[in-house]
């Protein structure tokens, strides 16, 4: 069983930067895509950014494009999310989860096609 644990988040003020982890167990990470989602209070959850497990194509919720970026280093089992010009909208529980087929050379933005997620952490921005 794959568990994937995100770190990094945490209260920074709108305009400023963070960088989220997301570490995985297992051999086989390399060979999946994975999500960032994201849910807000009271909100449904919501996709961020995706990447392919080969490391590209790239997908972004159009809310983040431009200032957010998902990138991979397969050697750590390490997904990233670079977020960037932060803003009191982009306060929720960020989750990573992995793809439920291997080889997944797209970057779905619906939560159905990921299994395996993390326990979220938790970014707030301030104004």
């Known amino acids: 069983q794959v568990q994937l644990v995100e770190s990094g988040g945490g209260l920074v003020q709108a305009g400023d930067s963070l960088i989220l982890s997301c570490t995985a167990s297992g051999r086989t990470f390399y060979t999946y895509g994975v999500g960032w989602f994201r849910q807000a209070p009271g909100k449904e959850r919501e996709f961020v950014a995706g990447?392919?497990?080969?490391?590209?194509?790239?997908n972004y919720a159009e809310s983040v494009k431009g200032r957010f970026i998902i990138s991979r280093d397969n050697a750590k089992n390490t997904v990233y999310l670079q977020m960037n010009s932060l803003k009191p909208e982009d306060t929720a529980l960020y989750y990573c989860?992995?793809?439920?087929?291997?080889?997944?050379?797209?970057?779905?933005?619906?939560?159905?096609?990921?299994?395996?997620w993390g326990q979220g952490t938790q970014v707030t921005v301030s104004s």
């Open positions: 990447i392919a497990w080969i490391g590209t194509p790239a």
């Open positions: 989860a992995r793809t439920r087929d291997s080889y997944s050379g797209g970057t779905s933005d619906t939560s159905n096609d990921y299994d395996n």
